[in-house]
């Protein structure tokens, strides 16, 4: 295969050149020779530019190309390349003997403008418009066909293995690196490169092939000899590898070339996923093939050698596997994150901004992006998240990404017309619930949805008071906040608010007092009388205490006899997180008046909902033109329809009863094990664990060093209760038995022995 590369550049003295002009094409001019690492080539005056093709290249690599440049000029026009120009018979191209008295063919092209690019000379906007037209080369040859595309050629990077045996030639420094890019190669790429989108690519839109004006925009593509059938998204990755090289910022620059690339040809999932590799991979075959070349009075095969090694040990020492993700990540679409602040610098713009707001871990994470069970790094780490009840089917789930964002380039309006997102969303949701839960009335946030149950239950009941757990937590809003006695710290409790022991008893040293049961707390309310019982089901704040039937029952039915409705806040254990249904109320046997949700319901997304009966909801309606401009809005809705089809066909409920038994399970026995660990309560993928000091007293300073040491080995899990002392744990519903099992034994490895 290499001796078509090694094969020397035609030899034709000038005067053979201007003969051979004349006489087949009737063009006469100056002389000028061009650059060529194959071909002869020479500009004739301003006009032309005759290309004596390399004796290896045959007469149908010739055809093949000569059609390719037909097929573009004619699907698209626009593009700048240059076009055949006949001889005086017609022929696009002309045999010629050369000193050598090898066999070459002769093309005359007509004469592009432009100069190629310095490595450093494209901004960001040229780089963009460069890829934009290697995709757009890449579509006007797709479905283009001639016999000789099969040719094996070296600069292919699906035959970058073959490099293997000049990786001596590469200097010392250079050697390991394009070794590694080639191990990479074998074991990543070779085995998926065969199912990717395969077609006839130019291969070669790099700078010494593409010419650009002044204000960088692409002028001309004037080389067409190295096209082959590969994989597509090699166009890409040649186009990336060539212009990149040479460039200081070479890792900042790849992103423009991505965006400009999916703006005409976005990437399949495949594709994306070895982009890095590909580009990796011809950086080593340029670095092999122009250390095989090298001469020493040849600066510009130095320089690509040179650029190439030095951009895959740029790339080695950012970290591969980092690379590869990044590339991959901006491949899908994903908003570069290279040019980001250091964690410091950020955090302080952060604090200047944001004020003391909470960040979770001591040493806070810098995220970019989620995917499934994980969030990714800033450092490129890959952490288990095991914390967030909002990604419920997992993060960036793709069947939510794609419902979203087709309706978000569709449509996205409030709930004021007629569509039928919504529509169907609600009659899910009601088809879901306990019977009687008839009305649902979107908003935007779990802490919305509260606020809305209550002033419906204040206006159907005509009273104001309402009881809550005792470290509750409802909401921000000026009412769901004293419904919320974590939120509370040292104020006083609000007038209309009286707290219930959650299920296990109330913990004594908290400062506001609790009752053991509805009687009691109703009369704590006194004159405001009981409107509304606002209860989480899992029990969170209160240091995670589901189930709790008898408990769940008892408070409804005491609730009920004093005239009051009851609220099944789902916000925490909604959405088949219990593993016994879609909620948790379900489960208790009994007939709540409102049923509140929020996080999980579009897996990211903003969408919340009240469900909760006519004779509730609809006088409330009337009364106050009840309307709410983002609730359930299509995007909205889109989210929360995708979220439950993930949830049925996915099997999620089952898989959360399934998977949290291990969990429980697990726990349990490091439990049984470890003196750190108390009490395990589970309730399908919820998990609360008390941690205990060495007298087996509750630990909260303890459990914040096992939740921040997890962070440190890549595992997310949260603290909560009264006294902090619990370990909270929530991982998606779609995290799989190694992922819990690998947590357990993380948090093993954590505990003081
Ligand atoms: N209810 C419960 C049980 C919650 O856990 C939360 C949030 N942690 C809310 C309501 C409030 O939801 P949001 O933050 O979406 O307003």
Known sequence: MLERLDEPVPRLAEDAIAALLREQYGVDGPLRRLAGERDLNHAVGG?????????????????????????????????????????????????????????????????????????????????????????????????????????????????????????????????????????????HVAPVLGGLRAQVVHN?????NVLVDDAGAVSGIIDFGDMTHTALVCDLAVAMADVLNGRADALDAAPAMIAGYRSITPLEHDEAAVL???????????????????????????????????????????????????????????????????????RRSRDRTFGPQTLSYDEPLHVVRGEGAYLIGADGRRYLDAYNN??????????????????????????????????????????????????????NSGSEANDLALRIARQATGRRGALVTRFAYHGITAATFELSPESWQHASAPPDVALLDPPGGAHAELPHPSHPDVAAAVVALGGAGLAVTVVDGSFISDGMRGPAHGWIRRTATATHAHGGLYLADE???????????????????????????????????????????????????????YFSTFGGNTVAAAAGLAVLHVIETDGLVERARARGARLRTRLEELACRTPALGEVRCWGLMAGVDVLDDAGRPDAAGARRIVNALRQR??????????????????????????????????????PS
């Not at 190439?308 to 950012?318: G, H």
């Not at 519903?733 to 099992?741: F, H, K, R, S």
């Open 390 to 443: 909002v990604p419920v089917v997992g993060h960036c789930h793709p069947e939510v990404v794609r419902a979203t964002s087709a309706q978000m380039a569709t449509l996205n309006t409030n709930t004021r017309y007629l569509n039928e997102a919504g529509v169907e969303l609600a009659e899910r949701l009601i088809a879901s619930a306990p019977p009687g839960l008839d009305r649902v009335l979107f908003v």
């Open 571 to 625: 916000v925490q254990a909604g959405f088949g997180r219990t593993g016994d249904a879609l909620w948790s109320v379900a489960a208790a046997d009994v007939a709540p008046d409102f049923i509140t949700l929020g996080k999980p319901m579009g897996n990211g997304f903003p969408v919340a909902a009240v469900l909760t009966r006519s004779d509730l909801a609809d006088p409330f309606i009337e009364a106050t033109d």
């Open 47 to 187: 006009d032309y530019v005759l290309k004596v093709q390399n004796a290896t290249d045959g007469e149908d690599v010739i055809e093949m190309s000569s059609l390719a440049i037909a097929e573009l000029v004619r699907r698209d026009p626009e593009l700048p390349i240059a076009h055949i120009v006949p001889t005086r018979t017609g022929a696009l191209w002309h045999p010629v003997t050369d000193a050598a008295g090898r066999t070459c063919f002769a093309r005359l092209f007509t004469f592009l403008r432009g100069h190629h690019p310095g490595p450093d000379e494209l901004d960001e906007r040229g780089l963009y418009r460069w890829a934009r037209v290697v995709a757009r080369v890449g579509r006007g040859l797709r479905g283009f066909f001639h016999p000789a595309a099969r040719y094996e050629i070296a600069w292919d990077i699906a035959r970058a293995p073959a490099q293997r045996d000049g990786i001596e030639t590469v200097p010392e420094g250079g050697r390991e690196v394009v070794a590694a890019v080639l191990d990479r190669f074998e074991t």
């Open 204 to 208: 070669d839109m790099g700078r010494a």
């Open 276 to 346: 890095a590799d590909l580009v990796a991979a011809r950086l080593a075959i340029t670095a092999v093939i122009m250390s095989k070349h090298v001469r020493a009075d040849d600066v510009d095969v130095l320089d690509e050698r040179d650029g190439a090694v030095d951009l895959l040990r740029t790339i080695d020492a950012f970290g591969f596997a980092r690379f590869a993700e990044e590339i991959a990540a901006q491949a899908h679409g994903a908003a570069p994150v290279w040019r980001r602040r250091g964690d410091a610098e950020l």
């Open 714 to 751: 890549g595992v997310l899990i949260g603290q909560t209760g009264p006294r902090g002392d619990v370990l909270k744990i929530r991982p998606p519903l779609i995290v799989t038995t190694e992922q819990l099992d690998l947590l357990v034994v993380e948090l093993g490895a954590v505990l």
